[in-house]
């Protein structure tokens, strides 16, 4: 297959129907030196999983800046698509779990080639949310990261049904989760409270995005972080 390289220096791939480019994400305490940058491979053709999508240039941020807590910690990332946030947390020394629905192939495939391309070793699995085959029961993260995942209201339950099983699975583990706030409504109170979990940090993207890429970004954008119930008092103090 042919491909261009295009001012920007995204690489555009010859074959139109595939659309295929290269993204570069700096990351790093000032815009102009960054500490390392991940490269992702992308399919503008693609609706899910083959696209950056807004909520995972905001928790890869907000991996960087919590950098000290991802040093050696065991991360999964759920319905991580192009797995920026999980990317950032391998670069900072974390052991990570990349998956998404077991059925997409496509987006299996694109996380071994975009791991391929930053020199890093992730394990890749596929995990769909609400199933439960033998690889789920050996997984314990310390951090469960989840990037634009609450979207189709459809799937909340299963997702949150995985999300707590792997909660109670490895005490004292928490779930860091960015979404878009499209309708105001209470959203993460509604779920956590239903799923017994309890919500332990919100906050509005723009609190803590650097300027340069808040500028590229639309949208009522927040994150979480969500335990379990039990366990709230406990990460408060
Ligand atoms: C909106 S995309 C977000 C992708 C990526 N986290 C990002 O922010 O760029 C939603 C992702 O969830 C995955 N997904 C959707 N339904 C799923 C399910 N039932 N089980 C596992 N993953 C699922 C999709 O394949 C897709 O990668």
Not at 9 to 15: M, P, R
Not at 37 to 50: R, W
Request: net charge negative.
């Amino acid at each position: 297959m042919e491909t261009e390289v295009n001012n920007s220096g995204a690489e555009k791939s010859g074959d139109t129907s595939a659309m295929t480019t290269i993204s570069r994400h700096n990351f790093g305490d000032a815009a102009d030196e960054p500490a390392f940058s991940v490269s992702i491979i992308e399919n503008m053709k693609e609706e899910y999983g083959l696209f950056v999508w807004p909520c995972s240039v905001v928790l890869a941020e907000y991996v960087w800046q919590q950098r000290s807590r991802f040093f050696q910690a065991s991360v999964l990332e759920l319905g991580a698509g192009t797995c920026l946030p999980g990317l950032v947390a391998a670069k900072l020394g974390a052991d990570v779990t990349l998956t998404d629905d077991a059925g997409r192939s496509e987006v299996l495939d694109n996380m071994r080639r975009v791991c391929h391309l930053n020199e890093l070793k992730c394990k890749i699995l596929g995990l769909t949310w609400g199933v439960w085959d033998e690889s789920m029961f050996s997984l314990s993260p310390t951090i469960i990261l989840g990037a634009d995942v609450l979207y189709d209201n459809s799937a909340f339950d299963n997702l949150f049904a995985t999300v707590t099983f792997l909660l109670q699975n490895s005490p004292g583990s928490v779930f860091i989760t960015t979404y878009h706030n499209r309708s105001g409504h209470r959203l993460i109170e509604f779920l956590t409270v239903k799923w017994g979990l309890k919500c332990v940090k919100l906050l509005d993207s723009f609190s803590f995005m650097p300027s340069h890429k808040a500028s590229a970004l639309s949208g009522n954008l927040q994150l979480a972080e969500i335990v379990l119930n039990s366990e709230a008092a406990e990460t408060l103090r």
